[in-house]
């Protein structure tokens, strides 16, 4: 370990002082540097490479998980502690996305539902608890606005919608396509947050209809609705982190391979 970190470090300092403050002499070394690599040594420049494939192939978005899991997609079995070292030690590390807040207006004339998960996100079933918001992607023709549906058993989204507006239209559309796809029983508790969308006399007519409860959470607190944060997190960290659309139809079409993997 001393050798190798000599070895990358060799660009930036001399080898005599790296062998001197590791305590190791430099005829060591220079042996080490031309002994052939072990096989351990040339699993691990051979999983480097894969490692820095998925990389680049990302976008410089996945992190230890999603690596680790793309290896074993390809057939690569490997521990995830290998990948862990690798990665340290080779400074392979994700992107992250700068966080932008785009609020909207939530003024009701009546009764706010109440907060029905009080952020119990573990469910028994499927179809017992839908949990829904809307975010936004930028594209150089304006805000493409996606609503989705996540169901908290499976975490898989069973309904989506996208748009140039951020209103009822798209929320609905979000809704009936779960509807269709899943035909819940009655009872089942749609949660949101406190957007205007989410409470309109269409919304609530589709509740009544399909005997729905509304649930919503607390007034600015995204974390009772973590999620489906979670998932617009990690969609915008892969798909849109540091990039703008050319036009919405892009946009959508890119989201699309998101959602139908998931679906």
Not at 89 to 96: D, G, T
Not at 210 to 219: C, D, E, Q, T, W
Request: contains cysteine; aromatic residues 10%.
């Amino acid at each position: 370990m001393k050798y190798a970190f000599i070895a990358r470090e060799s660009a930036s300092y001399p080898i005599l002082a790296l062998c001197k403050a590791l305590q190791v002499s430099r005829s060591g070394f220079y042996e080490w540097k031309h002994r052939a690599p072990s096989k351990h040594a040339q699993k691990d420049a051979a999983l480097l490479q894969h490692l820095r494939r998925i990389h680049r192939v990302s976008r410089e978005r996945y992190g230890l998980i999603k690596a680790w899991k793309a290896l074993q997609q390809e057939g690569i079995a490997v521990g995830r502690n290998r990948i862990a070292r690798l990665r340290a030690e080779h400074r392979i590390y994700a992107k992250r996305r700068r966080r932008f807040v785009l609020t909207t207006k939530s003024k009701y004339s009546h009764e706010i539902p109440p907060n029905l998960l009080n952020r119990q996100f573990t469910v028994s079933a499927a179809n017992k608890v839908w949990a829904g918001d809307v975010t936004f992607i930028a594209t150089q023709g304006g805000w493409l606005y996606l609503a989705v549906l996540i169901d908290l058993y499976s975490r898989k989204v069973v309904g989506w919608s996208m748009s140039r507006r951020n209103n009822s239209t798209l929320v609905n559309d979000c809704l009936i396509m779960a509807l269709q796809r899943r035909k819940p029983e009655a009872g089942l508790i749609h949660h949101s947050d406190r957007g205007r969308t989410y409470d309109t006399k269409e919304l609530r007519a589709l509740f009544k209809s399909y005997g729905l409860i509304a649930s919503m959470s607390r007034k600015g607190n995204c974390w009772d609705n973590a999620v489906v944060e979670s998932f617009f997190g990690q969609l915008k960290n892969e798909l849109v982190c540091d990039r703008i659309f050319q036009t919405v139809d892009v946009a959508k079409n890119s989201s699309l391979r998101i959602h139908r993997s998931v679906l």
